[in-house]
């Protein structure tokens, strides 16, 4: 169904937001390109029209960004942080050409002694030989830290593969494992987390967990 628009500049004017869907619910990006339209379950995202896919505004928008209250993790073995949601990338974006996924996530050593160099914070879907998009901080302290990792689609293989984007001063960014096309439509893109001590006394508050949509 076409999308009926004013144009930019008279919308603008008069500041009418574009028209709102959810993701499964929005018209086809056939027959309407050039218009945008908000997804409110992406966390109110936008998106425009390219004639064949829908594409975020700008080149980036945020689709996941949930209110992390009390989102503590302890484990001396690499565990999902139960308490930071998830999000599920649907079909037809995964298989949007050029598509790719950005992650942030913010932290800070909450409690108990720590080996620095043994601590692992992954973001990344079950499935793989550990976890793609795999980060780890070499000196996470009480200090309110994070770091961005990007997931990108191979143009010819069927996966997704890891790259570091800002690991910083203070952090080693890691590759991690590539994921199959399988494996991120099977599970929800998710944090997890392994402690600095083998006694599981480490605690770890996290404070942001956001993803972003590139392509």
């Not at 984007?165 to 099977?186: E, K, M, R, Y």
Request: charged share 10%; glycine share 10%; proline share 6%.
């Amino acid at each position: 169904m076409p999308i009926v628009q004013l144009q930019s500049e008279f919308a603008a004017a008069l500041s009418i937001a574009p028209p709102e869907y959810t993701w499964a619910g929005k018209p086809s990006a056939a027959g309407n390109a050039g218009k945008e339209i908000i997804v409110t379950d992406f966390n109110r995202s936008r998106w425009y029209s390219d004639g064949t896919y829908w594409r975020p505004v700008g080149g980036e928008q945020v689709v996941h960004n949930p209110v992390l209250t009390n989102a503590t993790a302890s484990s001396a073995t690499l565990q999902l942080v139960a308490s930071v949601p998830g999000w599920q990338m649907p079909e037809d974006l995964v298989n949007t050409p050029g598509v790719a996924v950005k992650a942030f996530f913010t932290g800070h050593l909450a409690s108990g002694p720590s080996n620095a160099q043994a601590r692992q914070i992954y973001v990344g879907v079950t499935g793989a030989e550990g976890f793609c998009l795999r980060h780890l901080y070499t000196t996470l302290s009480t200090a309110h830290q994070g770091c961005a990792i990007a997931w990108s689609r191979a143009p010819v293989i069927n996966e997704f593969m890891a790259s570091a984007v800002n690991g910083g001063s203070s952090q080693a960014g890691n590759s991690g494992g590539d994921v199959s096309i399988t494996q991120i439509l099977a599970a929800p893109i998710r944090l997890y987390y392994q402690g600095g001590n083998p006694d599981g006394s480490e605690v770890i508050r996290f404070h942001h967990f956001r993803l972003s949509i590139m392509g």
